[in-house]
C-alpha cells in the first residue's frame, strides 16, 4: 500500500530528512537523479541516520561513522553492512513508498 511521504520539491538536491508513516521513522535522500527512501536506522546499532550527514552521495552515521551509498544503500565503511531500499515513485508531485501493511494483533 503507497504511503504519501512529502511533496517531491520539499526537499533540495543534496539534502535529506527523516520522516514519519504509518509509525514507522523512514529517511528520505533527495540526489541530483532520484529520492531515495530507507528505514530511519543505521544496520550497526539501529540510530536514525537522519542525525547523520549527506555529503558527496554518503550517508554518515552520527554515532559510528558507518557509511552508505545514498543511492544504492550499498555499506562503503564497511562494505558488508547495507541499507535496504523501500520501493518508492514519485506521482502527481508526492513522494510515495510502498510500505507493509499493519497487521492487526489477533485477540
Given at each position: 500500500?503507497?504511503?504519501?511521504?512529502?511533496?517531491?520539491?520539499?526537499?533540495?538536491?543534496?539534502e535529506?530528512?527523516?520522516?514519519?508513516?504509518?509509525?514507522?521513522?523512514?529517511?528520505?535522500?533527495?540526489?541530483?537523479?532520484?529520492?531515495?527512501?530507507?528505514r530511519?536506522?543505521?544496520?550497526?546499532?539501529?540510530?536514525?541516520?537522519?542525525?547523520?550527514?549527506?555529503?558527496?552521495?554518503?550517508?554518515?552515521?552520527?554515532?559510528?561513522?558507518?557509511?552508505?551509498?545514498?543511492?544504492?544503500?550499498?555499506?562503503v565503511?564497511?562494505?558488508?553492512?547495507?541499507?535496504?531500499?523501500?520501493?518508492?515513485?514519485?506521482?502527481?508531485?508526492?513522494?510515495?513508498?510502498?510500505?507493509?501493511?499493519?497487521?492487526?494483533?489477533?485477540?
Amino acid at each position: 500500500m503507497a504511503e504519501v511521504l512529502l511533496a517531491e520539491d520539499e526537499l533540495w538536491v543534496g539534502e535529506m530528512r527523516g520522516v514519519e508513516a504509518r509509525g514507522e521513522r523512514l529517511l528520505v535522500v533527495r540526489l541530483e537523479q532520484q529520492l531515495c527512501v530507507y528505514r530511519d536506522r543505521c544496520p550497526h546499532q539501529g540510530y536514525p541516520l537522519s542525525e547523520g550527514k549527506l555529503s558527496g552521495g554518503v550517508i554518515t552515521c552520527r554515532v559510528h561513522e558507518h557509511k552508505f551509498d545514498a543511492a544504492t544503500g550499498a555499506g562503503v565503511n564497511p562494505r558488508g553492512s547495507c541499507l535496504t531500499p523501500l520501493a518508492s515513485r514519485v506521482e502527481n508531485g508526492k513522494l510515495l513508498v510502498e510500505l507493509e501493511p499493519t497487521r492487526k494483533a489477533v485477540p
